[in-house]
């Protein structure tokens, strides 16, 4: 059975205290040295990757606008919360060290190519939304089998 990464990605404004969600169920791809990278998931034997970070479990979520679930349905919290008992190793990224994740994983000879272009792309996003913004951003993150 495979292993799947679910992602997204959330923004600070500079000066601000709580998080914004940019965007939901951004794919990855599948890629296991990134995995292993990014949180020690799927980090076989061989691929000598040092985790950016073990699971920090997903960063506080709330943003308590006197909502109900069912009012915001598709958020970052809802999102992680529909998949429950079968999400595991729940965490978060800075953009630096999703980069440096990245550049880990590509040290492993599967990916002597470069980056995942979805990782790439998303990285690049998360790049220029701090550049526009002046704000950091992170990929919040778990994974299923």
């Known amino acids: 059975m495979g292993c799947d990464i679910h992602a997204c990605i959330q923004g600070q404004y500079k000066g601000r205290t709580y998080w914004w969600d940019l965007a939901l169920d951004v794919s990855i791809g599948r890629n ?11 980090n076989y034997e061989g691929y000598g990757i040092t985790p950016v970070a073990q699971p920090r479990g997903l960063p506080d979520l709330g943003l308590d606008l006197g ?13 992680a919360k529909r998949w429950d008992c079968d999400a595991h190793s729940r965490s978060w990224l800075l953009t630096d060290e999703f980069a440096e994740a990245i550049l880990r994983a590509t040290t492993v000879e599967l990916w002597t190519a470069g980056a995942p272009t979805d990782a790439a792309a998303v ?7 701090e550049i526009a913004t002046g704000g950091k951003a ?4 778990f994974f299923d089998n």
Not at 32 to 42: C, K
Not at 67 to 79: I, K, M, Q
């Open 123 to 129: 990285l690049a996003f998360m790049r220029e939304w």
């Open 32 to 42: 296991y040295p990134l995995f292993a990278a990014m949180a020690d998931v799927r």
């Open 138 to 141: 992170r990929i919040v993150f």
């Open 67 to 79: 909502l109900a679930d069912e009012d915001c349905p598709y958020n970052t919290a809802s999102f």
